[in-house]
């Protein structure tokens, strides 16, 4: 039985939807940290695209030096998107996740050069603005979890010409949130700061968990360039 498989959908279904029981930063952490030695094999069980459309996105249209190229991985999780752009050749990555436990195992991937512990929305991204040839932020721009102004300090982070790489779903209970992040994403570019490179909208995103979905979900990634 491969580690995929260990646990059934029905177990992780019910991991997943006990994660918007907590409503203070600290109860979501908590929630992380426990999840961390099995949230990988969970997100393959839900079929958890977001990291590979969105590694594949950034490939797609990134044309510089790929060895020399450095990668903000915001809310970097165990660094699945860091191992998939490793694959397309990055070899720079920084991380950022309010986790503890799931910064120990992205620390044990051996994929980053620098870790940090900062809560978003919270804490400032204490990382150098205008630092960054891409910048990521996968899974965690949904309700409940990040503001989307957030976006914001993405978009600072990069270099003038740099990519930033944005997911979020596009299921019923998200569709708010998503709503309010185009929003934010228009003004972002009406006020010059980027221009968009790709939206590319998805409807098998992940396995439904609710009760009130069944199938797949959609979601959405989001590319910039900044200006």
């Given at each position: 039985m ?7 959908f029905?177990v ?14 600290a109860e ?9 030695s ?6 393959a069980?839900i079929d ?5 459309l969105?590694?594949s996105?950034?490939?797609a ?10 990668v ?9 998107v ?17 986790s ?11 994929l980053y ?18 630092d960054?040839d891409v ?10 979890q ?5 976006i914001?300090e993405?978009?600072?982070?990069a ?9 979020t779903?596009?299921n ?5 949130y998503k709503?309010a992040l185009e ?9 010059g ?13 992940e396995r439904?968990?609710?009760?009130m ?15």
């Amino acid at each position: 039985m491969s580690a995929a498989e260990s646990r059934t959908f029905d177990v992780v279904k019910e991991v997943i939807l006990s994660a918007h029981e907590g409503n203070t930063t600290a109860e979501k952490m908590d929630f992380y940290n426990s999840w961390s030695s099995h949230y990988e094999q969970d997100v393959a069980v839900i079929d958890y695209r977001a990291p590979c459309l969105a590694a594949s996105a950034v490939a797609a249209h990134f044309c510089g030096d790929r060895q020399a190229a450095v990668v903000l991985d915001v809310a970097c999780g165990t660094g699945m998107v860091a191992k998939l752009m490793k694959e397309d050749g990055f070899e720079h990555f920084v991380g950022v996740d309010g986790s503890q436990a799931m910064l120990q195992r992205a620390k044990e991937s051996g994929l980053y050069q620098d870790l940090k512990l900062v809560l978003l929305g919270e804490d400032p991204l204490s990382v150098q603005s205008g630092d960054f040839d891409v910048v990521l932020i996968v899974g965690a721009l949904s309700v409940g979890q990040v503001r989307v102004e957030v976006i914001r300090e993405l978009c600072q982070a990069a270099k003038q010409g740099g990519l930033i790489c944005m997911t979020t779903r596009g299921n019923h209970d998200n569709a708010g949130y998503k709503l309010a992040l185009e929003g934010e994403i228009k003004r972002m570019e009406e006020e010059g700061l980027w221009r968009g490179v790709e939206v590319l909208e998805v409807k098998e995103w992940e396995r439904a968990v609710s009760e009130m979905e069944e199938g797949y979900i959609p979601g959405c990634v989001y590319l910039f360039k900044k200006l």
